[in-house]
Protein backbone atom coordinates (compact mmCIF):
# COMPACT_ATOMS: atom_id res chain seq x y z
CA UNK A 1 0.00 0.00 0.00
CA UNK A 2 2.87 2.50 0.79
CA UNK A 3 4.38 1.70 -2.54
CA UNK A 4 1.03 2.55 -4.32
CA UNK A 5 0.81 5.60 -2.51
CA UNK A 6 4.89 6.85 -3.19
CA UNK A 7 3.76 6.27 -7.45
CA UNK A 8 0.68 8.20 -6.83
CA UNK A 9 2.63 10.94 -5.55
CA UNK A 10 5.22 10.96 -8.03
CA UNK A 11 2.68 10.71 -10.91
CA UNK A 12 0.93 13.89 -9.50
CA UNK A 13 4.20 15.59 -8.91
CA UNK A 14 4.92 14.93 -12.66
CA UNK A 15 1.64 16.49 -13.51
CA UNK A 16 2.79 19.60 -11.79
CA UNK A 17 5.79 19.63 -13.54
CA UNK A 18 4.49 18.95 -16.74
CA UNK A 19 2.03 22.17 -15.85
CA UNK A 20 3.39 24.81 -18.62
CA UNK A 21 4.13 28.33 -16.57
CA UNK A 22 2.38 31.98 -17.39
CA UNK A 23 4.00 33.29 -20.32
CA UNK A 24 4.35 36.88 -20.28
CA UNK A 25 1.73 37.09 -23.19
CA UNK A 26 -0.46 35.76 -20.97
CA UNK A 27 0.42 37.83 -18.03
CA UNK A 28 -0.20 41.07 -20.29
CA UNK A 29 -3.89 39.83 -21.68
CA UNK A 30 -5.47 38.41 -18.32
CA UNK A 31 -4.20 42.41 -16.98
CA UNK A 32 -5.63 44.00 -20.14
CA UNK A 33 -8.84 41.98 -19.66
CA UNK A 34 -8.77 43.36 -15.94
CA UNK A 35 -7.97 46.96 -16.59
CA UNK A 36 -10.79 46.90 -19.76
CA UNK A 37 -12.99 45.03 -16.70
CA UNK A 38 -12.53 47.65 -14.74
CA UNK A 39 -12.99 50.82 -17.07
CA UNK A 40 -15.96 49.80 -18.44
CA UNK A 41 -17.80 49.56 -15.36
CA UNK A 42 -16.17 52.55 -14.10
CA UNK A 43 -17.45 54.63 -17.47
CA UNK A 44 -20.63 53.03 -17.60
CA UNK A 45 -21.70 51.54 -14.49
CA UNK A 46 -20.60 53.15 -11.41
CA UNK A 47 -19.02 56.64 -10.93
CA UNK A 48 -17.08 58.22 -8.06
CA UNK A 49 -18.17 61.40 -6.79
CA UNK A 50 -16.94 63.91 -4.31
CA UNK A 51 -19.76 66.13 -1.98
CA UNK A 52 -18.28 69.60 -2.53
CA UNK A 53 -20.45 71.45 -0.40
CA UNK A 54 -23.14 71.63 2.23
CA UNK A 55 -26.38 71.81 0.97
CA UNK A 56 -27.29 68.01 1.36
CA UNK A 57 -26.20 68.17 4.97
CA UNK A 58 -26.81 65.89 7.36
CA UNK A 59 -27.84 63.61 4.51
CA UNK A 60 -24.50 63.81 2.27
CA UNK A 61 -21.27 65.77 4.42
CA UNK A 62 -18.66 67.84 2.76
CA UNK A 63 -15.89 65.63 2.01
CA UNK A 64 -18.18 62.33 1.88
CA UNK A 65 -17.25 60.06 -1.66
CA UNK A 66 -19.90 57.89 -2.76
CA UNK A 67 -20.16 55.67 -6.04
CA UNK A 68 -22.94 56.55 -8.03
CA UNK A 69 -25.63 54.31 -9.88
CA UNK A 70 -25.11 55.74 -13.36
CA UNK A 71 -27.54 52.40 -15.29
CA UNK A 72 -30.06 52.81 -13.06
CA UNK A 73 -32.28 56.07 -14.52
CA UNK A 74 -30.73 55.11 -17.85
CA UNK A 75 -32.83 54.09 -20.40
CA UNK A 76 -33.81 50.61 -21.24
CA UNK A 77 -32.99 49.01 -24.04
CA UNK A 78 -33.43 46.08 -25.82
CA UNK A 79 -30.64 44.02 -25.18
CA UNK A 80 -30.10 45.11 -21.67
CA UNK A 81 -33.80 45.98 -20.52
CA UNK A 82 -34.47 42.71 -18.19
CA UNK A 83 -30.98 42.08 -17.32
CA UNK A 84 -30.19 45.43 -15.52
CA UNK A 85 -32.27 46.83 -12.23
CA UNK A 86 -33.56 49.96 -14.37
CA UNK A 87 -36.51 51.96 -12.83
CA UNK A 88 -38.38 55.64 -13.33
CA UNK A 89 -37.10 58.19 -11.28
CA UNK A 90 -38.97 58.78 -7.55
CA UNK A 91 -39.67 61.22 -5.15
CA UNK A 92 -37.38 60.99 -2.75
CA UNK A 93 -34.73 59.71 -4.80
CA UNK A 94 -31.13 61.32 -4.54
CA UNK A 95 -29.59 61.95 -7.51
CA UNK A 96 -26.50 62.98 -9.20
CA UNK A 97 -26.78 65.58 -12.29
CA UNK A 98 -25.21 67.89 -14.73
CA UNK A 99 -26.40 71.40 -13.83
CA UNK A 100 -29.03 72.58 -16.25
CA UNK A 101 -27.91 76.31 -15.90
CA UNK A 102 -25.42 77.79 -18.94
CA UNK A 103 -23.57 79.10 -16.42
CA UNK A 104 -22.40 75.97 -14.28
CA UNK A 105 -22.01 73.65 -17.81
CA UNK A 106 -20.20 70.89 -17.00
CA UNK A 107 -21.01 70.98 -13.36
CA UNK A 108 -22.15 67.92 -11.10
CA UNK A 109 -25.00 68.19 -8.50
CA UNK A 110 -26.99 66.55 -6.27
CA UNK A 111 -29.76 67.20 -4.74
CA UNK A 112 -33.21 65.21 -3.45
CA UNK A 113 -35.92 64.84 -6.45
CA UNK A 114 -39.44 66.74 -4.93
CA UNK A 115 -41.31 67.41 -7.77
CA UNK A 116 -42.01 64.34 -11.12
CA UNK A 117 -43.67 65.65 -14.21
CA UNK A 118 -47.39 67.44 -13.78
CA UNK A 119 -46.57 67.54 -9.96
CA UNK A 120 -47.58 70.61 -8.19
CA UNK A 121 -45.31 72.15 -6.05
CA UNK A 122 -45.38 75.11 -3.54
CA UNK A 123 -43.83 75.75 0.27
CA UNK A 124 -45.62 77.33 3.15
CA UNK A 125 -43.17 78.55 5.97
CA UNK A 126 -40.22 76.31 4.60
CA UNK A 127 -42.74 73.19 4.58
CA UNK A 128 -42.89 71.44 1.22
CA UNK A 129 -46.36 70.76 -0.20
CA UNK A 130 -47.36 68.03 -3.22
CA UNK A 131 -50.13 68.17 -5.47
CA UNK A 132 -51.83 69.84 -1.70
CA UNK A 133 -50.13 67.08 0.72
CA UNK A 134 -47.99 68.81 3.16
CA UNK A 135 -44.26 66.36 3.18
CA UNK A 136 -42.73 64.60 5.99
CA UNK A 137 -39.21 65.31 5.40
CA UNK A 138 -37.69 63.83 8.53
CA UNK A 139 -33.99 64.06 6.51
CA UNK A 140 -33.84 67.93 6.76
CA UNK A 141 -31.22 70.47 8.45
CA UNK A 142 -33.10 73.62 9.63
CA UNK A 143 -29.80 74.44 11.22
CA UNK A 144 -29.31 78.17 8.87
CA UNK A 145 -32.96 78.72 8.24
CA UNK A 146 -34.16 82.46 7.80
CA UNK A 147 -37.79 82.36 8.56
CA UNK A 148 -37.74 86.06 7.07
CA UNK A 149 -36.22 84.67 3.22
CA UNK A 150 -40.06 85.05 1.39
CA UNK A 151 -38.60 83.43 -1.71
CA UNK A 152 -36.74 80.71 -0.02
CA UNK A 153 -39.59 79.51 2.46
CA UNK A 154 -43.12 80.81 0.39
CA UNK A 155 -41.85 79.30 -3.10
CA UNK A 156 -42.93 79.68 -5.85
CA UNK A 157 -42.98 83.35 -4.59
CA UNK A 158 -42.32 87.00 -6.74
CA UNK A 159 -38.17 86.91 -7.26
CA UNK A 160 -36.55 89.65 -5.16
CA UNK A 161 -33.00 90.98 -6.11
CA UNK A 162 -31.38 87.91 -5.69
CA UNK A 163 -27.73 87.36 -7.25
CA UNK A 164 -28.58 83.38 -6.71
CA UNK A 165 -31.29 83.53 -9.08
CA UNK A 166 -30.76 82.49 -12.51
CA UNK A 167 -31.97 85.37 -14.62
CA UNK A 168 -33.28 82.67 -17.23
CA UNK A 169 -35.10 81.47 -14.46
CA UNK A 170 -36.34 84.51 -12.97
CA UNK A 171 -38.02 84.82 -16.50
CA UNK A 172 -39.38 81.40 -17.17
CA UNK A 173 -40.99 80.49 -13.64
CA UNK A 174 -43.88 82.71 -13.81
CA UNK A 175 -45.53 81.07 -16.80
CA UNK A 176 -45.07 77.71 -14.83
CA UNK A 177 -47.27 78.58 -11.65
CA UNK A 178 -50.66 77.58 -11.98
CA UNK A 179 -52.91 78.84 -8.73
CA UNK A 180 -49.94 79.16 -6.74
CA UNK A 181 -48.77 75.80 -7.17
CA UNK A 182 -45.21 75.45 -9.57
CA UNK A 183 -46.11 72.80 -11.83
CA UNK A 184 -43.25 70.52 -13.31
CA UNK A 185 -43.40 70.06 -17.20
CA UNK A 186 -42.86 66.72 -18.73
CA UNK A 187 -39.34 65.45 -18.72
CA UNK A 188 -38.22 67.34 -16.20
CA UNK A 189 -37.95 67.17 -12.34
CA UNK A 190 -38.04 70.11 -9.36
CA UNK A 191 -34.82 68.90 -6.18
CA UNK A 192 -34.15 70.57 -3.58
CA UNK A 193 -31.80 70.12 -1.18
CA UNK A 194 -31.77 68.69 2.56
CA UNK A 195 -30.16 71.69 3.61
CA UNK A 196 -32.89 73.71 3.21
CA UNK A 197 -31.36 77.05 4.21
CA UNK A 198 -28.25 76.79 2.67
CA UNK A 199 -29.48 74.95 -0.65
CA UNK A 200 -29.23 76.17 -4.16
CA UNK A 201 -31.78 74.16 -6.02
CA UNK A 202 -34.70 74.05 -8.43
CA UNK A 203 -35.98 77.14 -6.79
CA UNK A 204 -33.07 79.35 -7.88
CA UNK A 205 -32.52 77.71 -11.27
CA UNK A 206 -35.00 75.60 -12.04
CA UNK A 207 -36.38 72.45 -13.14
CA UNK A 208 -33.44 69.33 -14.03
CA UNK A 209 -34.11 68.04 -17.39
CA UNK A 210 -34.63 64.38 -17.92
CA UNK A 211 -31.19 63.77 -19.97
CA UNK A 212 -29.12 65.57 -17.58
CA UNK A 213 -29.78 63.12 -14.76
CA UNK A 214 -26.20 61.08 -14.42
CA UNK A 215 -27.21 58.23 -11.50
CA UNK A 216 -28.43 57.69 -8.21
CA UNK A 217 -25.19 57.87 -5.23
CA UNK A 218 -25.02 54.34 -3.66
CA UNK A 219 -22.99 54.34 -0.98
CA UNK A 220 -20.56 56.11 0.78
CA UNK A 221 -17.04 55.06 0.45
CA UNK A 222 -14.76 57.57 1.74
CA UNK A 223 -15.09 60.22 4.14
CA UNK A 224 -12.69 62.98 5.13
CA UNK A 225 -12.87 66.34 7.12
CA UNK A 226 -13.15 68.70 4.09
CA UNK A 227 -13.04 72.92 4.61
CA UNK A 228 -16.43 74.34 3.29
CA UNK A 229 -14.25 76.30 0.44
CA UNK A 230 -12.19 73.89 -0.41
CA UNK A 231 -13.71 73.03 -3.47
CA UNK A 232 -13.45 76.82 -4.49
CA UNK A 233 -9.53 76.19 -4.21
CA UNK A 234 -8.53 75.25 -8.25
CA UNK A 235 -4.91 76.53 -7.90
CA UNK A 236 -2.43 73.84 -8.38
CA UNK A 237 -1.21 74.48 -5.25
CA UNK A 238 -4.28 74.59 -3.50
CA UNK A 239 -4.75 70.77 -4.69
CA UNK A 240 -1.30 70.04 -3.65
CA UNK A 241 -1.47 71.01 -0.35
CA UNK A 242 -4.58 69.66 0.49
CA UNK A 243 -3.25 66.10 -0.90
CA UNK A 244 -0.43 66.59 1.12
CA UNK A 245 -2.70 67.56 4.12
CA UNK A 246 -4.92 64.53 2.92
CA UNK A 247 -2.26 62.21 3.21
CA UNK A 248 -0.52 63.32 6.80
CA UNK A 249 -4.33 63.44 8.32
CA UNK A 250 -5.78 60.36 6.50
CA UNK A 251 -5.98 58.50 9.90
CA UNK A 252 -7.49 61.30 12.49
CA UNK A 253 -9.40 62.58 10.03
CA UNK A 254 -11.06 60.39 8.08
CA UNK A 255 -14.89 60.07 9.32
CA UNK A 256 -14.60 56.08 9.24
CA UNK A 257 -18.14 55.87 11.01
CA UNK A 258 -19.62 56.82 7.59
CA UNK A 259 -17.52 54.24 5.77
CA UNK A 260 -19.88 51.67 3.58
CA UNK A 261 -22.95 54.26 4.68
CA UNK A 262 -25.82 53.59 2.34
CA UNK A 263 -27.19 57.29 0.49
CA UNK A 264 -31.02 57.07 1.29
Known amino acids: MAKKDGKAKDNAKAEVDEKP?????????????VLVTGLFIITFVVQAFEIPSSSMEETLLIGDHVFVNRIQFAPKTLWTGPLLPYREVRHGDIVVFLHPDAAYLGTYVVKRIMGLPGDRIHLINGVVYRNGEKLDEPYIDHDKDEPNDRYRNSFPAVAPEDPNISPRWETELPSYIQNGDLVVPPGHYFAMGDHRGVSLDSRYWGFIP???IIGRPMF???????PADQYTKTGFGDRIGFLAHTVLHFFDETRWGRTLKRVQ
Not at 21 to 33: D, I, N, Q
Request: proline share 0%.
Open 21 to 33: SETTVEFLASLAA
Open 210 to 212: QEN
Open 220 to 226: IYWSFET
